[in-house]
C-alpha cells in the first residue's frame, strides 16, 4: 500500500505564488475570470467567518483562564501579554525607521497606474458577517468572563467549546486546504496587472529584516529574565536552542511543549512552574507572532503610501494581542485570527490581506519559534517571583 505524500502548507503557497505568475502571462481571459470568481466568493465566506473566529477561540480562552484565576496564573498572564505588546511595538518602532528607505512605493503606485484592466467575476455573492469584529470581540470578552465569574455556566462553556472546535474544522477542512488557490488568484491578478515585481521584491526585504528582529527579541526577552532570575541569558537561550530548533520544524507550539518543558528545567526553572507557565505560555505568548504581523503590515502600508502612525499601531498590538489568543492549532492560525483587525484598524484590502496570509506563511516557523523560545525567558521570571 503506498503512502500518500502530504505537501506542507508553505510549499503549497510557494508553488501557488509560482504558478500564480506563471500563468499570468498565458491563461486566457475566461479563465482568469474563473479564479476571480472564486476569490470574490471565497473572500466573502472569510469575511463570514472570521468574526465567529474570534468568538470561537477567544471566548472559551478567557473563560479557561478566569475559572483557573490564581496569583501565579494572572501574573504569567500579564508577562506574556506585556512580551507580545512589547514585540509588536518594537517592530513598529524597527520597521517605521526601516521600511520607507528600503521599500519602493512609488514603483508599486507607477505599476497601479499603469496597470491593465484586472480580470473581473463572472458574479458574486454578498455574504455579510453577522457582526463587526469590535462587536465579535466584546462578544467573546462577555461571554468569557461571563462563564468565569458565574458558577452554574458549565453548559455556557460546553456551548462555546463546542462552537470554538466546529470552527476549527472550518479553518482546518475547507479555509487552509483553499487557501493556496486563493493565493494564486492573488497573484493572477497581480501578474496580469503589472503589480507583482515590486510586490516579490518587498517580500524579500521584509523577510530579511523580520528575521534579524525576532532573534533581537529574543535576546531582549532573556537579558530581561535575566534581571529576575540571575543568569546568564546568553546561556539561558543557548539552552533553549532545542527547543527553537524543534519549533521551527514542527511549526507547533502545542507540538514543542515536551522539549520547550524539557529545555525550562534545564536552564533551573523549577520543574512545578516550568510545568504551569510552559503549557500555558504556548496558547497565550505570541511575540514572534505579533512581530511579523505588525512588520508585515508597515511594509504594506508602506508599500502602498498608506499613512500610519505609533497611536494607531499601539491599539493594533493591543487588540492584536488579545484576538491570536488561543489561536488555531494550524499553520497560520494567528494572521487568520488577525484578518479582521487588519481591515477594521489598518484599512487593509482583501488583496492586502491575501499578501499579509503569504508574507506570514511564509516565515510561520521562524514565529512559532520565537513564541516558544520566549516561554522559558518568562518561566525564569515567574520562578523568581514566586520562588517561596
Avoid at 473572500?43 to 474570534?54: A, H, K, T
Avoid at 463587526?132 to 467549546?161: I, W
Avoid at 524579500?204 to 526577552?221: C, D, P, R, S, W
Avoid at 511575540?287 to 505609533?310: E, N, Q, R, W
Amino acid at each position: 500500500m503506498t503512502r500518500r505524500l502530504k505537501i506542507g502548507l508553505l510549499p503549497r503557497i510557494a508553488i501557488a505564488i509560482a504558478l500564480g505568475i506563471g500563468a499570468g502571462f498565458v491563461l486566457p481571459a475566461w479563465a482568469a475570470r474563473c479564479f476571480a470568481t472564486f476569490n470574490a466568493l471565497f473572500s466573502e465566506f472569510l469575511g463570514f467567518v472570521i468574526p465567529l473566529l474570534i468568538v470561537g477561540f477567544v471566548a472559551p480562552a478567557i473563560a479557561d483562564i478566569g475559572r483557573r484565576a490564581g496569583a501565579m496564573l494572572l501574573v504569567t498572564v500579564a508577562i506574556a501579554y506585556a512580551m507580545t505588546f512589547g514585540s509588536g511595538a518594537l517592530a513598529y518602532i524597527t520597521s517605521a525607521s526601516l521600511f520607507p528607505s528600503m521599500i519602493e512605493p512609488d514603483s508599486y503606485i507607477a505599476a497601479e497606474t499603469t496597470a491593465t484592466t484586472s480580470p473581473t467575476p463572472f458574479f458574486t455573492v454578498d455574504v455579510a458577517p453577522l457582526m463587526s469584529v469590535t462587536s465579535a470581540l466584546v462578544l467573546a470578552f462577555v461571554l468569557g468572563f461571563g462563564c468565569a465569574v458565574v458558577p452554574s455556566t458549565r453548559t455556557l462553556k460546553d456551548v462555546l467549546d463546542n462552537f470554538r472546535d466546529i470552527i476549527r474544522l472550518i479553518i482546518d477542512k475547507a479555509i487552509i486546504p483553499l487557501l493556496p488557490i486563493y493565493i494564486f488568484g492573488i497573484f493572477l491578478d497581480m501578474t496580469i496587472s503589472g503589480a507583482v515585481a515590486p510586490i516579490l521584491l518587498t517580500f524579500v526585504k521584509i523577510i530579511a529584516v523580520i528575521f534579524v528582529l525576532h532573534v533581537g527579541v529574543l535576546v531582549l526577552q532573556y537579558c530581561i529574565a535575566s534581571i529576575f532570575s540571575r543568569r546568564n541569558p546568553f546561556k539561558s537561550l543557548w539552552t533553549m536552542m532545542p527547543a527553537y530548533f524543534t519549533a521551527l520544524g514542527t511549526q507547533s507550539s502545542a507540538a514543542t511543549i515536551p522539549v520547550t518543558l524539557e529545555r525550562t528545567v534545564a536552564m533551573g526553572v523549577d520543574r512545578d512552574v516550568a510545568g504551569f507557565t510552559v503549557p500555558l505560555c504556548a496558547t497565550i505568548h505570541m511575540s514572534g507572532s505579533t512581530l511579523k504581523i505588525v512588520s508585515c503590515a508597515l511594509a504594506m502600508m508602506v508599500l502602498h503610501g498608506m499613512p500610519y502612525d505609533f497611536s494607531m499601531f499601539a491599539g493594533f498590538i493591543a487588540m492584536l494581542g488579545i484576538t491570536i489568543i488561543a489561536a488555531p492549532g494550524v499553520p497560520g492560525g494567528a494572521i487568520m485570527a488577525s484578518l479582521g483587525l487588519l481591515s477594521s484598524i489598518l484599512g487593509f484590502s482583501d488583496a492586502d490581506n491575501a499578501m499579509m496570509i503569504a508574507l506570514y506563511i511564509a516565515m510561520d516557523s521562524f514565529g512559532t519559534a520565537c513564541n516558544i523560545t520566549g516561554d522559558g525567558a518568562i518561566a525564569q521570571i515567574v520562578a523568581r517571583i514566586f520562588h517561596k
